[in-house]
């Protein structure tokens, strides 16, 4: 999937929710990116570590996930993100 079609697909979906939680998609995504594979309990407890239920927002942002892009993410239980990363392969944390 080309870059610039994942980003401008993400700017022009019809978002329900405030700027915050589009903010809080895309660090969830950058994180993903970076950090590979990472179990659902694990991003409750980062991004969420005060939340009554922190599974809940977790499954919003999902969702918004696979409404604007579906296929960027996947995994169940486990979450990983299927775009590339120009950070990750600076670090040399990807493919080239």
Known sequence: MCRRSV??????????AVIGVRALALT???Y????GP????R??????PQAQDAG???RMVLGQFRRCLPGV????ETLEAAVESDAALLLGLGES
């Open 7 to 16: 980003w401008s697909r993400w700017e022009h979906c019809a978002w329900t």
């Open 32 to 35: 993903l990116s970076l950090q």
């Open 28 to 30: 969830l995504l950058t």
């Open 56 to 58: 809940a927002s977790l």
């Open 38 to 41: 990472t179990s659902r309990r």
């Open 43 to 48: 991003l409750r407890e980062l991004f969420w």
């Open 73 to 76: 993410l996947s995994g169940e």
